[in-house]
């Protein structure tokens, strides 16, 4: 099969041809029809040797959908031909946050070596993916493949962190969404669905707040040392009760702490790098601040039944498998607007 790889610290991802993979016992095999390109990516492919915790090479792509080819014995629960999308951060299975679907969380998963689909183990950047149990599955039941697989990140992620914040998104309240890209522009459109705060969406670039006031931002604003002050200002200077940090860099950080309004929520969602100091003085009162990572199963079943309802509309642009590296040179230099789509059979 052709697949992309990433091969060697701070090297390209690379297309190679690899053996077809053949389920074992319990396991999934699934041809891949669409897979998910994410900044996520770019930013492990900036790792040095010593900080990347799985080895190479790795085929990439956490994100992932695809029709079950294969079963290996004793798998129940999923059928060959069935379209389904798969659910990224894999655990153990057993220890407590396992349990409660939360296997994002799971306590096991570092010491028994267990790695995401493109983290560690093979990814869905190929013309066919080995999923390790079906509880990984999620039946996208009519969901258009391209429009959904951007769901097990991008919109997976996002509705994490807003169902963390929705206590305080009353009438009246504020949410500031900063970075209108792959993760943000989804955010906004959950955050119209969920809550009736008024969204503030931040970007460099003046293409994506178009894409963020036509998927449902009530005001956007360009991103920087002013935004914070502009905020205050559209909220007559109480601030939001909830920013959400997209990009994750020190700026947007200081951003983000400066816009909190007292008792507010900042996620901090972007890996970026940055960090933001906690401490009396540093925020608004009793501002909490949080690093959410992905989500749970359920959650997943919630944002792909929120997009059978109509509420989510994901901006994609697609790209062939051998064009893949592109779309990861694109994604790098910015000129994505939405989510980056591979599609193998095209």
């Known amino acids: 099969m052709k697949a992309l790889q990433y091969r060697t610290i701070g090297s390209a991802p690379e297309l190679v041809t690899l053996p077809d993979p053949e389920p074992g016992p319990g396991q999934v095999l699934l041809k891949v029809t669409a897979a998910g390109a994410c900044h996520s990516d770019i930013a492990v492919m900036t790792w040095p040797a010593e900080a990347l915790p799985f080895p190479l090479p790795v085929v990439l792509g956490h994100e992932g959908v695809g029709t079950v080819a294969a079963l290996g014995d004793g798998v129940t629960g999923v059928s060959e031909g069935e379209s389904v999308a798969v659910y990224g951060p894999w ?25 995401p689909p493109g983290l560690g183990a093979p990814g869905a950047m190929a013309e066919y993916l080995l999923v390790d149990d079906a509880r990984h599955l999620v039946p996208l039941d009519g969901l258009d493949p ?29 949410a500031v969404v900063i970075g209108a890209g792959g993760l943000g522009h989804l955010a906004i459109q959950l955050l119209r669905a969920l809550s009736p705060a008024r969204v503030v969406a931040l970007d460099t670039s003046e293409e994506k707040l178009e894409l963020a006031r036509k998927v449902g931002a009530h005001e956007t604003l360009v991103s920087g040392p002013d935004a914070a002050r502009q905020i205050r200002d559209l909220t007559n200077g109480v601030g939001a009760q909830a920013v959400f940090d997209f990009v994750g860099i020190d700026a947007t950080a200081a951003t983000a702490a400066q816009a909190a309004a007292i008792e507010g929520e900042i996620s901090l969602v972007g890996i970026g790098g940055g960090a933001l100091p ?30 059978r309802s109509g509420v989510l509309s994901v901006h994609t642009e697609q790209f062939p498998l ?19 789509v591979v599609v193998p059979g095209a």
């Open 91 to 115: 655990g153990c299975g057993t220890c407590i946050k396992c349990a409660e679907g939360k296997e994002n969380y799971c306590l096991r998963a570092a010491e028994d070596h267990i790695y």
């Open 146 to 174: 391209v429009a959904a697989v951007p769901l097990t990140d991008a919109g997976l992620t996002p509705y994490h962190a807003i169902k963390h914040a929705l206590p305080k998104l009353v009438p009246g309240s504020t």
């Open 278 to 307: 906690v401490g009396f003085g540093r925020t608004a009162y009793e501002v909490t601040v949080t690093a959410p990572y992905w989500g749970s199963r359920s959650e997943l079943i919630e944002v792909l039944d929120l997009a």
């Open 322 to 340: 051998d064009e893949a590296p592109l779309a990861y040179e694109r994604l790098h230099a910015g000129q994505i607007n939405g989510r980056a």
